[in-house]
């Protein structure tokens, strides 16, 4: 493929985001008003609370109808997965517990249902925005999503700031899935945001329905205007304003060439995962509810090798049931027809707020996780109950996060063991032979890992967990984020001990955090001797891709050489060496 010109040249007309749908587009930009931040706050008298909030109902009732609409339309335009991402808003909607938030509001307070719903919202973000999981914290799209289609209704729409009587580049603040889905074919070439991030739906969609995107572009809406002309690079995360002729004709040669790529790409989704000479890989799927279960199986992944259980724990005031959970989990189980479906236990604080707890000072080190739920039985009771009951495929494997210590894995299993036998004497029908595995994210279980996999059957790298905790280093820290770095030699070999010691025992070792998912880092992973990787659906096609493009000998040599060596900066030079050599 040709070469993106030199960004540094582009001075303040080049704005940096994060690529969310690839594909290179031009055009003239639009922007895009949101009607949440164009509602008056109104306070009502106490009789008219009732009315209000038939209003809100009527308004839910109209949304859940256009919900419905909008699935069947993506149903028939684009594939299943796409429409089920509207399954998911359906479900937030008819959940209770959201619109409930919002009566109380109306109720206690004497505010109007559209001040309600926006400050039922702003609660949600903000719980949402402490979570450092990018595919959790963009889940609060949805909710906004419904908020704004209840809005409009209650309010009226806002609309786009200029006609549609040509193709346009959108510009927003922040992108729903409604939104998204309104778009004509070929009326919209792309879209540019301040907001989001990679995993929201509203960005899925944009790669299903071929529209290319761009997000988190800080500053956006005061650096762009109707009518500016803008290049969209999906591919870099870039967007370019007003740009020269020449770099407009070079970026129309790169378009030609990524529009052969990505039909190519495609043609992979049968294709078995496995390197040059033939080495298979397992490639599984990460989730989190039953839209990311059916990219997975569009994608054809061979199983879901991490599926995250805190997104209904979250959107809620209180927990899910033994009885919801069981229903879920069951879904999950079906939906994957007989292929390994490993269900990760709640991974509660940190990043992820445990409802009725306190913020903690240092939570990352604090009271999370599996720490929390040895002392919270009864929740991690609920939970293990409802996993093991769900497990109708014989298929499923528990994984337990968060764990430093032997200790902690022989007191899980002593909760375990009760739950079986609890059930046994309930007469409830379960799985008495689910495999038990643990996350491998902190220092401490990846140097015992040959000892920790004496007791389970099996162990997930977490690498982003693993990365924080071996480096000290706090990502989301502006102070000591550029000493987050993926490649330092410290991870590498930790990585490598643990799969070393799944060797020598016998038994999986699977890799499940970001790294698992970026096609950079492939060939090292398989040099290190990982031969399981759960990565995000949407990046299948570009690992199978990476696979392809080596042989077992040049990974296991690559990993020889930067095994060695002492600085990030140094691995990185060799991977972009083996790279250049491979003609990439």
């Known amino acids: ?194 907001q989001g991030g990679k995993e929201s739906h509203a960005a899925i969609l944009a790669r299903s329905m071929g529209i290319s995107a761009v997000v988190g572009v800080h500053g956006l809406l005061s650096r762009v205007k109707k009518g500016d002309f803008l290049i969209v690079d999906g591919n870099m995360g870039i967007v370019i304003v007003n740009p020269p002729q020449e770099v407009v004709e070079n970026y129309r040669r790169l378009n030609a060439q990524f529009r052969d790529r990505r039909h190519q790409m495609e043609e992979l989704i049968p294709v078995s995962a496995r390197t040059r000479d033939g080495t298979s890989i397992k490639l599984m799927a990460n989730g989190g509810n039953l839209a990311d279960i059916e990219f997975a199986l569009h994608y054809q992944a061979e199983g879901i090798g991490l599926f995250r259980t805190e997104l209904p724990f979250m959107t809620r005031e209180s927990f899910p049931s033994e009885q919801e959970q069981l229903e879920l989990y069951r879904k999950v189980c079906e939906k994957m027809d007989g292929k390994e479906v490993v269900i990760r236990t709640l991974d509660f604080g940190g990043d992820k707020l445990l409802p009725g707890h306190a913020k903690e000072k240092n939570p990352f080190l604090g009271y999370r996780s599996t720490r929390i739920f040895l002392d919270e039985t009864d929740l991690f009771e609920d ?44 007469g409830r029908p379960f799985s008495e032979s689910v495999p038990v595995g643990v996350m491998i994210e902190i220092p401490s279980a990846a140097i015992l890992a040959d000892r920790i996999l004496r007791e389970v059957d099996f162990v997930s790298i977490g690498t982003n967990d693993l990365i924080q905790y071996t480096l000290a280093v706090d990502r989301d820290n502006d102070l000591v984020s550029h000493l987050y770095e993926t490649l330092n030699p410290a991870v590498i070999w930790l990585i490598k001990h643990v799969v070393d010691a799944g060797v020598q025992a016998g038994k999986p070792v699977s890799i499940c955090g970001e790294v698992a998912g970026d096609p950079r880092y492939t060939s090292l992973l398989i040099g290190l001797g990982l031969r399981e990787l759960s990565v995000n659906a949407v990046s299948i096609l570009d690992i199978k891709e990476a696979l392809r493009r080596i042989s077992l000998r040049e990974a296991q040599t690559l990993a020889e050489t930067i095994l060695p060596l002492s600085t990030a900066e140094e691995v990185e030079k060799v991977l972009q060496s083996a790279e250049k050599r491979r003609g990439r």
């Open 1 to 194: 493929m040709g070469q993106t010109p030199k960004i540094e040249k582009f001075g303040e007309r080049l704005l940096k985001g994060i690529g969310a749908s690839s594909g290179i587009v031009m055009g003239k930009v639009c922007v895009h008003t949101d009607v949440l931040g164009h509602v008056r706050e109104e306070t009502i008298r106490e009789e008219e609370i009732p009315s209000e909030i038939v209003r809100l109902k009527e308004s839910a009732s109209l949304v859940r109808e256009r919900l419905r609409t909008d699935r069947s339309r993506v149903l028939q335009e684009t594939n299943r997965s796409d429409a089920d991402i509207f399954s998911t808003q359906i479900a937030l909607l008819e959940d209770s517990q959201f619109l409930n938030g919002v009566k109380s509001r109306i109720a206690e307070e004497r505010v109007n249902a559209q001040i309600a719903l926006i400050q039922e919202l702003d609660k949600y973000k903000t719980i949402f925005s402490r979570i450092e999981d990018p595919y959790l914290r963009e889940r609060v799209v949805d909710l906004r999503d419904i908020g704004r289609r209840l809005v409009e209704l209650l309010v009226g729409p806002e609309d786009l700031d200029c006609p549609f009587d040509e193709p346009v580049v959108v510009a927003a603040l922040e992108l729903t899935p409604s939104d998204t889905v309104r778009f004509k074919p070929g009326r919209v070439l792309a879209f540019v945001t301040e």
């Open 383 to 426: 939970q293990l109950r409802a996993i093991l009951q769900a497990d109708t495929c014989r298929r499923l494997k528990l994984l337990f996060p968060f764990v430093s210590s032997i200790g902690e894995i022989q007191k899980i299993k002593t909760i375990l063991q009760k739950v079986k036998r609890d059930l046994k004497r309930e």
